[in-house]
């Protein structure tokens, strides 16, 4: 026997207690949602121009077609007298200087911006995005250590309170310095609530199920987002908007008596009593009953699994991946894949220009087309297999952002054609290296070894607002990047074994022997 049969044979790979236990899990997924693009609004860039005194109603207006600069203005004539019937024309000023502004007229106020006085200073703005990237690098080790040592249940509990509560006294920032030190701990102390609650969603079902649940919780994440920019487009003061965003995560509170431990990692932690229980009650809502026999193979597997090699199994976790050859290459690639994904994911985000112009369609539209693209990777990777899926996933992306790179502007329908089906690639690549990476590590270390992948992975989406600038010297350069990245992660994922149709390795062992049955 081994664990995966008897699971899925005594307790069943989805029924009524998995399917209560997702959908409370994807609540905490759409509220990651809300924390990874929350900066989009409220630190958002604003519209405005120079103040000119003489020229300007009472009150002013902003008009940015008017021949006004954002961050500076031409010198007033010498010696200038105005009657009450003159038009502001160009002789009242001497259009051989200028001088930058004293004084700003703003087409709307809802943005740090204004609050806090970031005009013609887009470096600082930016800075809030960029810490935001950096927080999540900082929570990925720790979630994954939260989430190894103190169950899923707790880690999805502890990060949601440290979401809500930064949220909250986020809102009640009295200068840029607190807000933007505010938004580098949202994510760093609470960037962790996604990932640990993917994690439990996964390791509560059965094989056959594993690929639609991590569709159903990457489509709650993106629309997390979808939402967010639907929320922000009626609530309008960046500060209200951020308490009604995460005043309501307190509820996840609840989680530490409403939602089901792991019971792969109470098996795997030895936790014999509380796995017991949670089996029983899992079994008791699926309509089945785990025999005795069943249920004592299951409390004493994974430790004898392990007691073989207890010598080595005791060793550091970082002296057998050194040891090891096939999990050595393992943790080199697979931060790469997710380097070239956020860098692609977050790129593609930053560089589109080609949609819409209100900033709160433009940013539904680029987040909800993410979702045909993890039910697409639902349709593929139990039919075509996690490691051709990502392949054609990335190679779409790069052929797209090539494409792109060399289509005139002219040519709207098609550049915008291009740009949503590299955005739909992402969707697919997102959704399948979650569960490709989920799979190639042991149940004792999953969390830590996503963990480390994903926090590496953090380094593309810092380095994707940089960017931009690039588009200085040929606007083609920032797609050709994201090609170039696409391109290598998708010939790396050859070196990588399959694993459609595997039980989930639950030692380091069997990692190690992973898809060595097939050769």
């Keep these: 026997m081994d664990i995966d049969s008897v699971l899925n044979n005594e307790l ?50 902003y008009q940015p077609a008017g021949g006004f600069e954002d961050c500076s203005r031409y010198v007033y004539s010498p010696n200038i007298t105005i009657s009450p019937t003159d038009v502001c024309s160009p002789d009242l000023f001497d259009r051989n200087a200028t001088v930058p502004c004293d004084g700003y007229v703003y087409g709307r106020t809802n943005s740090v911006v204004y609050d ?108 997390g987002q979808s939402l967010l920019g639907l929320i922000a487009a009626f609530v309008y003061e960046w500060r209200k908007l951020t308490l009604t965003l995460f005043v309501p995560v307190f509820s996840l509170l609840s989680y530490y008596w409403i939602v089901t431990e792991s019971h792969r990692w109470l098996l795997s932690k030895n936790k014999n009593k509380r796995a017991k229980a949670t089996l029983e009650k899992g079994a008791r809502l699926n309509g089945k009953v785990i025999s005795e026999d069943c249920m004592d193979f299951l409390l004493t597997a994974i430790p004898k699994q392990s007691d073989f090699k207890s010598d080595e199994s005791n060793r550091p976790l970082l002296i057998r991946v050194l040891k090891s050859r096939a999990m050595l290459r393992r943790c080199c690639t697979t931060p790469v894949y997710w380097i070239a994904t956020t860098f692609i994911y977050y790129g593609l985000s930053i560089n589109s220009v080609s949609l819409s112009g209100n900033m709160y369609f433009n940013y539904i539209l680029t987040t909800f087309i993410e979702i045909p693209g993890y039910w697409t990777a639902y349709l593929l990777l139990d039919r075509v297999g996690r490691k051709v899926t990502l392949f054609c996933g990335y190679m779409l992306c790069s052929a797209c952002c090539v494409a792109f790179s060399f289509t005139p502007k002219s040519m709207y329908g098609l550049s915008l054609a291009l740009y949503l089906t590299g955005k739909f690639s992402t969707g697919v690549i997102f959704t399948s290296l979650y569960l490709f990476t989920s799979e190639l590590y042991p149940t004792r270390h999953r969390h830590s070894f996503l963990g480390f ?67």
């Design 12 to 61: 069943g790979q989805f029924g009524k207690y998995q399917l209560i236990n997702i959908l409370l899990l994807t609540i905490p997924a759409i509220a990651s949602g809300f924390m990874a693009g929350d900066y989009v609004f409220t630190a958002g860039k604003l519209p405005y121009r120079c103040s000119v005194a003489i020229c300007d109603t009472e009150p002013p207006e």
């Design 116 to 223: 806090f006085g970031l005009e013609c200073q887009e470096w600082l703005r930016a800075l809030a995005g960029t810490l935001n990237s950096l927080g999540a690098m900082v929570a990925l080790p720790l979630a994954g250590f939260v989430s190894d040592y103190f169950g899923r249940r707790s880690s999805v509990v502890f990060f949601a309170f440290n979401v809500a509560l930064v949220g909250v006294v986020k809102a009640f920032s009295v200068n840029y310095t607190m807000y933007v030190i505010l938004q580098f701990m949202h994510t760093a102390i609470g960037g962790g609530l996604y990932s640990a609650a993917y994690i439990l969603a996964t390791e509560l079902v059965g094989p056959e199920y594993r690929v639609p649940t991590s569709a159903t919780m990457s489509s709650s994440f993106a629309l």
């Design 453 to 519: 992948s994903s926090m590496l992975g953090r380094i593309g989406s810092v380095v994707a607002p940089l960017t931009p600038p690039l588009m200085v010297y040929w606007t083609g350069i920032p797609s050709l990047l994201f090609a170039g990245m696409a391109a290598i992660a998708g010939l790396l994922i050859l070196t990588q074994p399959e694993t459609r149709g595997l039980k989930v390795p639950d030692t380091f062992e069997d990692a190690e022997l992973l898809g060595k049955a097939r050769l």
